[in-house]
């Protein structure tokens, strides 16, 4: 070998190398917080958690103008450059609408699975959770236990049978396995049914029985929904399922069921939704309209008590 070769084969350690300490080494390898330009962020691939400019989110905001985000987001490296938000999507909005440009993030190589359980996990520990965010996270932890090797024995069953990965999960939860199963039974309803569950119009174990229908089932069944201004109870979405199951479910066994009178059952009082929907706001759901019915009808009542007693 030539001695050019030979020279340039040796490895010389550098001056900074000869002179860096044990701890400055560790230190280099630690997580460090760094800020990061938010147009280089992007969401989280199929981020199942909704992300509101609601009034939660301007008190949020308020407090990044003031103080900034005082704790980091977790970000990971993107293939083609740029990062992708594992926990923290919130705080990304609350910035974009303080008018910051950038967010305190710490950087993680993660794989796809580990993100996901990341991310979820940190949106959990959420306060209000809805049903379909809980429904979606649970499913995509699942997914991503399954395939990291653990079990994950989801049936077609989840109301009786019994998922043991579903109860690693619930440990870190406070829930059930069976409760976490009826939870990802709701990822089988189409989004409209599944928006009435999220605004408390569905009740929640009806709603894991109409998962089994089948999508032009399901369509049947809110659109009989909507003419008739009825929800099913638990047994009657336990006879829908059952007819879908013995393939004699049609739009008319749908109506007969839903428009039966049900036990102690008392007559309904009716009004009109485009009578009413004009006053209320938008972004108002079906329950902030029924609370502000029944005070109007209070301060009604209490104004003509006062006014017979001055009689």
């Given amino acids: 070998m030539a001695k050019n070769d030979v020279r340039n084969s040796i490895k010389l350690t550098s001056v900074d190398e000869l002179f860096t300490t044990e701890e400055n080494r560790a230190d280099n390898q630690r997580e460090k917080v760094v800020d990061i330009p938010l147009l280089e962020i992007s969401d989280f691939p199929s981020h199942p958690f909704k992300v509101k400019a609601d009034e939660a989110m301007l008190e949020m905001a308020d407090s990044v103008t003031q103080y900034g985000v005082l704790v980091p987001g977790l970000v990971r490296p993107k293939v083609d450059g740029g990062y992708e938000m594992v926990a923290g999507h919130r705080r990304k909005k609350a910035s974009e609408l303080a008018g910051k440009e950038t967010m305190p993030c710490i950087i993680r190589e993660l794989d796809d699975d580990a993100a996901t359980i990341i991310m979820v996990d940190s949106n959990l520990q959420r306060e209000s959770i809805l049903p379909s965010e809980k429904a979606f996270a649970y499913r995509m932890k699942l997914e991503a236990m399954k395939r990291q090797g653990q079990r994950t024995d989801l049936t077609s069953r989840p109301v009786v049978e019994k998922s043991v990965s579903a109860d690693i999960l619930g440990e870190n939860t406070g829930e059930s396995g069976r409760q976490i199963q009826r939870y ?32 032009n089932e ?48 008392k007559e309904k009082f009716h009004i009109q939704r485009e009578r009413v929907d004009r006053f209320f706001p938008k972004n108002f759901t079906e329950k902030q309209k029924e609370e502000l019915v029944i005070q109007l009808l209070e301060s009604w009542y209490k104004k003509r008590q006062w006014e017979q007693q001055e009689r």
Avoid at 225 to 236: A, K, N, V
Avoid at 241 to 247: D, N, R, W
């Fill in 184 to 215: 990802i039974r709701l990822t089988g309803l189409i989004p409209s049914i599944l928006q009435m569950v999220d605004d408390n119009q569905i009740a929640f174990r009806p709603a894991v029985e109409l998962s089994y229908l089948s999508e």
């Fill in 218 to 265: 399901q369509q049947d069944l809110y659109n009989t929904i909507q003419s008739e201004d009825c929800t099913p109870s638990l047994s009657q979405a336990q006879r829908i399922k059952k007819f879908s199951q013995e393939g004699r479910l049609n739009i008319d066994v749908i109506y007969t069921i839903l428009t039966e009178e049900k036990p102690n059952q």
